[in-house]
């Protein structure tokens, strides 16, 4: 697919600059823009923005889409955001949220049009329990649309298909239990009732949102997205030069509600 505003946006100084200061993971303007293309979103919709982190998501789909979004994270500070939001002229259409999403939402039932999650679903919908928790609060004919870090082919229940390479990084718990391959979360969705799925399927953008995001990190790779040595993530560097393109891919998931 062409990512037309994301390519735009990145194409921009100043836009750089604060991708390069709020980057939690691979480019989610990227990942969400990709993700949205697979269903239509009107400015009249209310999308709920499952772990938004610093409302890249969040924002792309009000500057793009002219939405309402609910943007919630268990761990950004929703003050931060909502000051982010402002200097990016979309907060009125922004409501900024401290939430668990394992919790019961706070919200009316049949209230969203859109669930939407990117690069964080993985971290709290990896179980049979999360879908029947969340559909109530999706419209009839509304949509769940999630993109996440996972796997090419499933390493295994008990990581014994686990390459040698990665065996240092899956002993790390939540990775073992969060990252998994395509086929794992086809079926884990297919059990849940009151679902169509639309579309799973490998994101075309894996590539250059994770390479946005990494040459962010290290500051021995270019100028365009250097930040300071301190803030490099030597973890997912290390990671991410093991793994070497032959393992990991973006995984997304687009259900209607039925």
Not at 2 to 14: H, L, P, Q, R, W
Not at 131 to 144: A, E, N, R, V
Not at 221 to 242: H, I, P, R, S
Request: one cysteine or more.
């Amino acid at each position: 697919m062409s990512n037309t505003f994301s390519d735009k946006y990145v194409a921009d100084e100043k836009n750089r600059m604060l991708l390069k200061e709020t980057m939690w993971g691979p480019n989610a303007i990227r990942q969400a823009e990709e993700l949205a293309s697979h269903f239509t979103i009107t400015k009249d919709m209310k999308i709920l923005d499952l772990g938004t982190g610093t409302g890249l998501s969040a924002f792309y789909l009000v500057q793009e889409h002219g939405t309402i979004v609910f943007a919630t994270d268990l761990y950004a500070d929703p003050t931060e955001n909502y000051e982010r939001f402002k200097s990016l002229g979309v907060a009125e259409k922004i409501v900024p949220m401290l939430l668990d999403a394992t919790q019961p939402l706070p919200f009316a039932k049949d209230y969203f049009d859109v669930v939407f999650s990117v690069g964080a679903y993985n971290m709290f919908g990896d179980n049979e329990e999360m879908l029947p928790k969340l559909i109530p609060y999706i419209k009839k004919g509304g949509y769940i649309a999630v993109a996440f870090p996972g796997l090419k082919y499933e390493f295994g229940n008990n990581c014994d298909n686990v390459p040698p390479e990665m065996q240092e990084f899956w002993s790390v718990p939540d990775v073992a239990r969060c990252v998994r391959g395509i086929e794992w979360w086809r079926d884990l969705f297919n059990k849940a009732e009151g679902l169509e799925i639309i579309n799973v399927s490998e994101m075309a953008c894996h590539d250059i949102a994770w390479e946005e995001y990494l040459t962010s990190l290290d500051p021995n790779k270019g100028e365009e997205f250097a930040l300071d040595a301190e803030y490099v993530d030597k973890w997912t560097l290390d990671m991410k030069k093991a793994e070497d393109g032959k393992y990991f891919n973006t995984i997304q998931l687009i259900a209607k509600v039925i």
